[in-house]
């Protein structure tokens, strides 16, 4: 079975809250983190992820006010790439394992450009254990990584609104470089 259907599956027996209707306050990036912390305390859930040895594993759940969220399982040695989740505000705490964020502390121009020069001082490293996680605005360029040898990492992670695209990046030193933007029909 793969990822994709294990989700369906999973998410439909497991979903932590019930479907909500249109939210009439759009959730803050508080509101996400806050929802991601009572999503991993969910022992149950969190076992109930089935960990792949060599890809990602994932579980979509029912965010709060119309949010996506998901349940993420990572190997050994995996890792997203630089990405960013262009309009959407997020959040994302470690569940199990141990997480690695780098990210940019910079304003960089939603579009048009493809390559740019990053100074020195932008480079921000998080080491995320469990129950450890963040919130984050708009066009926050990242990359998590699990840089474990040995041990699993599960994390859960919500976005307002629902990602509308994802932007992947390569940097080679201080260059950053648009590789391609993706969309949910994309990901279908």
């Keep these: 079975m793969s990822s994709f259907t294990q989700s369906l599956a999973h998410s439909a027996a497991h979903a932590p809250t019930a479907p909500s209707p249109a939210p009439s306050v759009a959730p803050t990036q508080a509101d996400l983190l806050a929802f991601v912390r009572r999503v991993a305390q969910d022992r149950e859930l969190i076992a109930s992820l089935p960990l ?17 969220a998901w349940l993420i399982g990572w190997p050994p040695g995996t890792g997203t790439g630089w990405h960013d989740h262009a309009e959407s505000v997020g959040a994302f705490l470690t569940a199990g394992g141990a997480l690695t964020e780098n990210s940019l502390a910079a304003r960089l121009p939603t579009d048009g450009w493809k390559t740019l020069e990053l100074s020195e001082d932008v480079d921000r490293k998080r080491h995320l254990t469990v129950g450890e996680g963040r919130a984050f605005g708009r066009h926050h360029v990242h990359e998590v990584l699990n840089e474990s040898p040995t041990e699993h ?36």
């Design 52 to 68: 792949d040895p060599e890809g990602r594993t994932w579980v979509r759940l029912e965010g709060p006010d119309g949010s996506e």
């Design 153 to 188: 990492a599960v994390s859960v992670h919500a976005y307002y609104p629902p990602l509308p695209r994802i932007r992947r990046y390569s940097r080679t030193g201080p260059t950053l470089r648009l590789e391609s933007v993706e969309r949910p029909e994309d990901w279908q």
